[in-house]
């Protein structure tokens, strides 16, 4: 009796998502599915108690619920085309999962399934695996409990950002008060970091409440000049919103203030030389009486106008040299605004694990642990290095393993693979293990701590690396960087370095002893590119990509779906990384994605996009 009950309540609890979740979930309306009527409704419930309802009756141990979640998944997963009956079925086999702990990876995998199909339902998936995230932690005991713990104060701060991206700052604050009362209490080292996120979150609030006054004494008095000008100024400078402060100017004629503003709301791509040139002054002027968080906007911005120009201007002419130098200053002054690493230099206190792990089953609590062995697991460093550098990595292993280390290089990053007793580069066209720079050494010690040194030195188009084990020379490379070779399947997000491993490894520290150092911000969300997309390249191919909330992209070969790489952010620009080595630029418009695309990835940036493409959100279910 208690399973069909069970059965009921399931039911009962589609019914009244179909009424609710369905209308609450944000998504653009192109890819959202419509509320189903109440005949569909009845009529999906209907087939699932057919199919499974004798089967959930008989379900009554925690192995045979978790046995029946399975199937449910499976069936979901065979591609049904009615979307509510796929949703049930997700639903019920998260709830069946979640019965046992040996189910939480099929309850995870539900609900991520039901978001990546149907992105209509991110709200509602996202707080499926928040509640999963906070039984896994109520449920652990022991050491255990802490890893569990950071786990769920990593996917809270996580859903915080999502929040603050949809302005809803009063859900980020409440997410961020409960992480903070988590890190308290297991004593987390990431409680540092909520503080000043709680911070930084006041401040976004407190500027929408100055937004929401100027707009009320605008109401007032529509004339108010000068309260529409600081209105238009918030919105430029500390929102990054020129279409919205494009709304908010009276005189709409063709005015200088208009004209840019209409520039600056549509693709970087689409502009002229003059155009970027024009923006890039605007907002540089901007910059003067802009706050620190609102520097960092507007000289990001000139940074972009910038380097578009760079991009459409070919001749070397002294105009070409004249504007090198203004991107060079825009960007030594945003190095200094984003100077804010952690003080001993330890990158490993920057690391977020929903933006950062790229690969793997990885915990952060001090030190950085990888937890299960998984080949091509990877973690990249939310910072980005220019020019000459040294980094130094501390780690343990319990077993012989393969470490990589990523090495960002001009325009390009060179990748280090040490094993138990031998090192190497990948360079020349050839595997590591294979050229000049691969070297036998002394078996590493296992269980015992290990320092690599990496010392990069560029000039030009040249470089040199030098690799340190324990302060004993390993082996070391000069050459062109055109002949260094990026490492595809590990990939890392260019411009930044990253660690990995194929088995278990505890990172102590990863530390920037010299060099030009400056953190990787997410200013934009990742949520506005989630869902399926179609894209048809200049060159006529066509291509199927599928992307989650936190930018992992996958595209479609054979009617499966092959994880290609992800989508990450530095500044205000997006980027398409591919395990393939090739590299893509994204820009959201009007809720179609433009693409520059670049193969291999060291013609970025500074030479011209071998091909664009156009993206449409897919009408496939």
């Not at 693709?267 to 910059?287: F, G, I, M, P």
């Not at 280090?416 to 580069?425: C, P, S």
């Not at 050229?435 to 010690?445: G, V």
């Not at 989508?567 to 820009?587: P, S």
Request: charged share 25%; proline share 3%.
């Amino acid at each position: 009796m208690r399973q069909i009950n069970f059965l009921s309540i399931v039911l009962l609890a589609f019914l009244a998502f179909s009424f609710t979740a369905f209308g609450q979930a944000t998504a653009p309306a192109s890819s959202q599915a419509a509320a189903p009527d109440s005949a569909s409704q009845k009529q999906t419930a209907k087939i699932f108690n057919d199919v499974f309802g004798e089967e959930l009756s008989k379900a009554k141990t925690p192995d045979q619920k978790l046995s029946l979640a399975k199937k449910m998944l499976e069936a979901a997963q065979r591609g049904a085309n009615d979307p509510g009956l796929v949703k049930l079925l997700c639903l019920s086999s998260y709830e069946l999962a979640t019965k046992s702990e040996q189910g939480y990876e099929v309850a995870q995998k539900s609900v991520e399934y039901l978001g990546d199909n149907q992105p209509g339902e991110l709200a509602l998936v996202q707080q499926k695996v928040m509640d999963l995230h906070q039984l896994v932690y109520s449920r652990a005991r022991g050491d255990n409990r802490k890893v569990e713990g950071d786990k769920f104060i990593e996917l809270l701060i996580e859903s915080a950002e999502t929040a603050r991206g949809e302005e809803n700052m009063t859900q980020a604050m409440a997410l961020l008060d409960k992480a903070a009362t988590f890190a308290n209490a297991i004593k987390s080292d990431s409680a540092v970091r909520i503080r000043q996120l709680q911070t930084d979150y006041k401040r976004v609030q407190n500027l929408l409440k100055k937004a929401d006054s100027l707009q009320q004494k605008l109401k007032m008095n529509s004339a108010d000049t000068v309260t529409r000008s600081q209105l238009v100024q918030l919105y430029v400078v500390e929102f990054d919103a020129p279409k919205q402060a494009l709304a908010l100017v009276s005189d709409k004629r063709d005015t200088p203030e208009v004209r840019l503003l209409s520039l600056a709301s549509n693709s970087t791509a689409t502009l002229t030389e003059k155009e970027s040139l024009d923006l890039a002054e605007y907002y540089c002027q901007l910059s003067a009486s802009a706050s620190g968080t609102g520097k960092v906007v507007v000289l990001s911005r000139a940074k972009g106008y910038y380097e578009r120009f760079l991009e459409a201007h070919e001749e070397k002419d002294a105009e070409q040299a004249r504007v090198r130098l203004l991107c060079d200053k825009v960007n030594d002054d945003l190095a200094k605004l984003r100077s804010s690493l952690p003080q001993d230099g330890d990158l490993l206190r920057l690391v977020r694990l929903n933006r950062d792990v790229l690969q793997g089953r990885w915990t952060v609590s001090g030190d950085l642990v990888m937890q299960e062995d998984m080949n091509g697991s990877r973690v990249a460093l939310p910072v980005t290095l220019q020019g000459s550098y040294e980094l130094e990595f501390t780690f343990t292993t319990p077993n012989d393993n393969v470490i990589i280390l990523n090495l960002p290089v001009g325009n390009t990053a060179l990748t280090v693979v040490e094993t138990a007793d031998k090192i190497g580069m990948c360079v020349d066209d050839k595997d590591w293990a294979t050229n000049d720079t691969s070297k036998r050494h002394t078996h590493l010690d296992l269980n015992a701590r290990h320092v690599m040194l990496a010392k990069v030195t560029v000039a030009d188009n040249s470089c040199t690396v030098a690799i340190e084990m324990d302060k004993k020379a390993l082996t070391n490379w000069t050459g062109k960087q055109g002949q260094i070779n990026r490492h595809g399947w590990w990939g890392f997000p260019l411009g930044m370095p990253g660690i990995g491993a194929d088995r278990v490894i505890r990172v102590h520290s990863v530390k920037i002893r010299k060099g030009k150092t400056t953190r990787a911000y997410e200013q934009k969300s990742l949520a506005p590119f989630a869902g399926k997309w179609e894209v048809k390249y200049s060159n006529g191919v066509l291509r199927k990509y599928t992307v989650t909330s936190n930018g992992i992209l996958s595209k479609e070969e054979n009617g499966q779906l092959r994880v290609g790489g992800r989508l990450y952010c530095i500044g205000n620009e997006i980027f398409a990384d591919f395990v393939d080595w090739q590299f893509e630029r994204w820009t959201l418009v009007d809720d179609r994605v433009k693409i520059n695309h670049y193969n291999p990835f060291t013609l970025y940036p500074s030479q011209k996009p071998n091909c664009t493409a156009v993206g449409s959100r897919s009408s496939s279910k």
